[in-house]
């Protein structure tokens, strides 16, 4: 990115691991919870570098930033979870520069989802900008990046019938119990965690199942009972969470801890357990699938049950891809203006002070010299100069550097990046 002055020395790069070679157990590993996001941060800030995002979803964890080298971002993501070097360097990804910009548009838009058109990836992406911005990590790069997936992503949304169908893990979790499970409306349901996806999956339960059987339990009651509310739902204590097990039908946990919050000695039954695990890492620890009567269902099982419903949301993918091309060549031209800002910038200023010592001279040499008219033709005339320039650079990108050359040889320029 030096060629577009956006940082001197340093390139743009997309690094990380995600479903598509990373396996739950793995990307658990790989994940960043909160708090592992600020220290991120922090880190980043402490070894010197000035612009940077994180996420961290339930099928991947990536850092787009600026660096001389991408094995400081990577750094970053290993140590700050409990994911090693030697791991990502077997199932991890860099991509650089163009690329790197290509691939966050493919991820803010839901074309790289492990459930295609899924666009609760776009939240993410608006959250850790506004993190990253709290910590002065940010540009307008940055910036002007995000904002046009942003546009990119409602322009899909709203263009196209890519996200028909199961298009999230909370709609796909839903839509597995209401094919797998008879008579749903009856079975008791008990949701353990309310974050994100938990709220979602609540609502969609809400929505498609009409049971009024549902219970609600999370670590911090208040965040449930908030969800419970809306619904009209049942909050139990966190101390109450064995005895509810015990007379469930249907377990959904999405705690969001970075440890099994569910274990074998948690479930003491004999009837029927179906639990499904929509956390990243797994919130059920593997073994609950020994028991008798239990089935566990794991998220990428649950993406995967979803394909039924790819074939026609593929019909949708061409004009997903064009919308996605066309703001992301408006970004690339914008970015090319950087390349030669500098050097109009410069322009500007030297004509403005040819300009001032003409005025000046003119001043000194002339009885009534009118010198307020005379800034104002010359400041227009200067004005349309650079606007000419401008436009020629613009319109003849593949030639740009020789232009830009001649212009500073020309007019002798010192820019400064």
């Known amino acids: 990115m030096e060629a577009y002055n956006i940082a001197r020395g340093k390139s743009f790069y997309a690094v990380g ?3 598509k070679k990373a396996d739950a157990e ?4 790989f994940s960043l919870d909160t708090v592992g996001k600020e220290r991120l941060l922090v880190q980043a800030k402490d070894e010197g570098l000035e612009s940077l995002l994180v996420i961290s979803t339930c099928n991947r964890t990536e850092v787009y930033g600026f660096a ?3 094995f400081q971002l990577i750094k970053l993501i290993c140590d700050n979870s409990n994911g ?8 991890g990804y860099v991509c650089k520069n163009n690329d790197a910009i290509a691939h966050v548009f493919r991820v803010g838009t839901g074309l790289d989802s492990q459930i295609l058109g899924d666009f609760e990836i776009i939240s993410q992406l608006k959250q850790s900008f506004a993190a990253s911005k709290k910590m002065e990590l940010t540009d307008h790069f940055l910036e002007r990046l995000c904002n046009s997936v942003i546009q990119a992503s409602k322009r899909i949304k709203n263009e196209t019938d890519i996200s028909s169908g199961a298009t999230s893990v909370s709609f796909a979790s839903v839509q597995y119990i209401m094919n797998e499970v008879e008579n749903i409306s009856d079975k008791n349901i008990l949701l353990f965690g309310t974050g994100k996806i938990g709220r979602n999956t609540c609502e969609n339960l809400v929505k498609h199942t009409k049971n009024e059987h549902i219970t609600l339990i999370n670590r911090t009651k208040d965040k449930a009972e908030k969800i419970a509310g809306k619904f009209n739902l049942i909050v139990k204590d966190y101390c109450e969470l064995q005895a509810e097990i015990l007379n469930t039908d249907i377990l959904i946990v999405s705690t969001g801890a970075q440890h099994p919050t569910v274990s074998k000695d948690l479930i003491h039954r ?3 357990l179906l639990i499904l695990d929509l956390s990243i890492p797994k919130n059920v620890a593997n073994d609950v699938s020994e028991l008798d009567n239990v089935t566990l269902v794991h998220l990428d099982h649950l993406s995967q049950m979803t394909d039924q419903t790819l074939e026609r949301r593929k019909a949708h993918i061409p004009k997903a891809e064009q919308i996605n091309e066309e703001v992301k060549t408006e970004f690339i031209q914008w ?13 500007k200023k030297k004509l403005k002070s040819l300009k001032d010592a003409e005025i000046d001279f003119q001043r000194r040499k002339i009885e009534d010299f009118n010198e307020e008219q005379a800034t104002i033709i010359s400041e ?3 004005q349309k100069i650079t606007t000419h320039f401008a436009n020629h650079l613009k319109d003849n990108s593949n030639t740009s550097d020789e232009s830009i050359d001649l212009i500073q040889k020309v007019f002798q320029l010192e820019t400064k990046a």
């Open 84 to 91: 090693t070097v030697e791991e990502f360097q077997q199932v």
């Open 380 to 382: 227009r005339i200067i």
């Open 26 to 29: 793995t990307r658990g590993r």
């Open 17 to 19: 691991i995600s479903y």
């Open 335 to 347: 970015l090319q203006t950087r390349k030669f800002a500098p050097t109009i910038k410069a322009l």
């Open 270 to 272: 004999t009837k029927p």
């Open 68 to 70: 001389q080298h991408p």
